[in-house]
């Protein structure tokens, strides 16, 4: 009987799978992404999936509008932009995602199998244009 998978390989394959559909979905034609803060493009292999508001809040970290292309300079070495980002997604948006992040939200391993199932199969019809 295969093992039951743990909650945490459970995130982080949803993390995984979300990030190349945040990239996939925003890249143009060509693979290029825009990194939503600095408008560097880069290839959607090298971009990040960078996070308005902390991964740390499960109520939104697999929220699309939370999460877009940042590049690694803005996303890492310069802690997200987080003002700059939040001039990108405009104040309503921004206000919005900040008070989700306050919410408890649990979700349970079959809600977190669904999902990975879900973005999966975007990745799969996205992931055809550039192959």
Not at 55 to 70: A, G, L
Request: glycine share 4%.
């Amino acid at each position: 009987m295969a093992k039951k998978p743990t909650r945490s390989s459970l995130v982080k394959k949803l993390d995984t799978v979300f990030s190349q559909y945040t990239r996939l979905s925003n890249a143009d034609n060509n693979g290029y992404c825009t990194c939503v803060t600095c408008n560097k493009k880069i290839y959607w292999k090298e971009i990040q999936a960078g996070h308005f508001m902390s991964r740390k809040h499960y109520s939104i970290r697999w929220d699309e509008r939370n999460v877009k292309p940042q590049c690694k300079a803005c996303n890492v070495f310069r802690y997200g932009e987080q003002y700059k980002y939040s001039l990108y997604l405009g104040k309503e948006l921004s206000d919005e995602l900040h008070n989700l992040s306050h919410k408890t939200i649990k979700y349970t391993n079959i809600e977190l199998l669904d999902m990975i199932k879900y973005y999966n199969d975007l990745v799969q019809k996205l992931n055809k244009h550039y192959i």
